[in-house]
């Protein structure tokens, strides 16, 4: 029998839990609250590698839908057997893109190692002045992709915001992994950190001044996007009864590009510096924590559903049905 550890005189803090969890088995922790929740949504939304699931699925993969979010043992316990192949292939193959994300975490910019720093930087230098890095952030600049809620735009362009940034992103980091396949956006949780993170490199030409004295979210504001019933209330505010543009991209993005000031503060110029991403990574993520307990999505048909210039076959067919589920695009949020 392995000895036990002396029991330490003081609570575990929070470095002291982190190590007693790298002892654990498996290395990473499991929450089946959280895999559960995906794991319906996913099998809710009857989308996987592009198809849909058989529009007649017996009682029982109603069951296992259902049951998902009490967690995934009891998913697979009530997952329908055959003669139901399809459904339950369907299902090992929705367990495996949770796994598959699982491997690609995007962190707390704050719980990074100095050597993890290291390496984001790093592949940012090697990147810095070649086309394709020059040419991804002149994307953002190109006010036609309609992604922000501006003059001009129209009201499509509201319910493009999220999406639209989730697949550039998405492309960034794709990029980076090309120089360093091991790094990831890490993400500024900017409502509990009032710290800009200055690490950050910062190329040539990129001006990071004083920021304002105020103007970032509190945990408050983000807590009370989280509970918004639709996903036109959560991303950009009241609409009915009352215009109150207060949701998401004004309250927990504009301000916080305003309060960085600088290149970071006009639409034009802030896709320049590489703290961006970090900023749209915490973006992204409230998001998807909202669309854990929610199931609406962007109002979009046609063109405007299509997340340009990626969205010919050719540039990756993105849609904003096809960036609505983080597991399926292969990465999650520590």
Not at 49 to 54: I, S, V, Y
């Amino acid at each position: 029998m392995t000895p036990k550890k002396a029991v330490a005189a003081g609570f575990p803090t929070a470095e002291d839990a982190l190590e007693i969890a790298s002892e654990w088995a498996p290395a990473q922790l499991v929450d089946s609250e959280e895999i559960g929740l995906r794991l319906g949504r996913m099998m809710a939304d009857g989308q996987i590698d592009g198809t849909a699931m058989a529009p007649s699925m017996p009682a029982e993969a109603g069951a296992a839908t259902h049951t998902a979010a009490v967690g995934i043992g009891e998913a697979v316990r009530n997952a329908p057997t055959p003669p139901v192949p399809m459904e339950m292939e369907h299902l090992r193959s929705l367990v495996a893109r949770i796994v598959r994300a699982s491997q690609r975490v995007r962190k707390d910019q704050r719980q990074l190692s100095g050597a993890e720093r290291e390496r984001f930087n790093e592949a940012l230098r090697r990147l810095d002045g070649t086309p394709a890095y020059k040419d991804l952030v002149a994307v953002h600049e190109d006010m036609s992709h309609r992604h922000h809620t501006m003059n001009g735009m129209g009201p499509e362009a509201t319910q493009r915001f999220l999406p639209w940034h989730r697949a550039y992103c998405l492309k960034f980091e794709d990029l980076l992994r090309t120089a360093d396949p091991g790094v990831t956006i890490p993400y500024w949780d900017y409502a509990g950190d009032h710290a800009r993170p200055d690490w950050v490199w910062k190329p040539s030409g990129v001006n990071r001044p004083n920021p304002a004295a105020s103007g970032l979210p509190t945990r408050a504001t983000i807590d009370g996007l989280l509970v918004r019933p639709t996903y036109t209330a959560f991303t950009f505010g009241r609409v009915m009864g009352g215009v109150r543009p207060d949701g998401l991209e004004v309250a927990a993005h504009n301000n916080v590009h305003n309060w960085c000031r600088g290149t970071l503060g006009s639409p034009m110029t802030s896709s320049r510096d590489p703290i961006f991403f970090l900023l749209h990574a915490n973006v992204d993520r409230i998001w998807d924590q909202w669309q854990l307990t929610h199931t609406g999505g962007p109002n979009l048909a046609g063109a405007d559903a299509g997340l340009d210039p990626w969205w010919t076959q050719a540039a990756g067919g993105l849609t904003a049905d096809g960036v609505k589920d983080i597991t399926v695009l292969g990465y999650s949020y520590q």
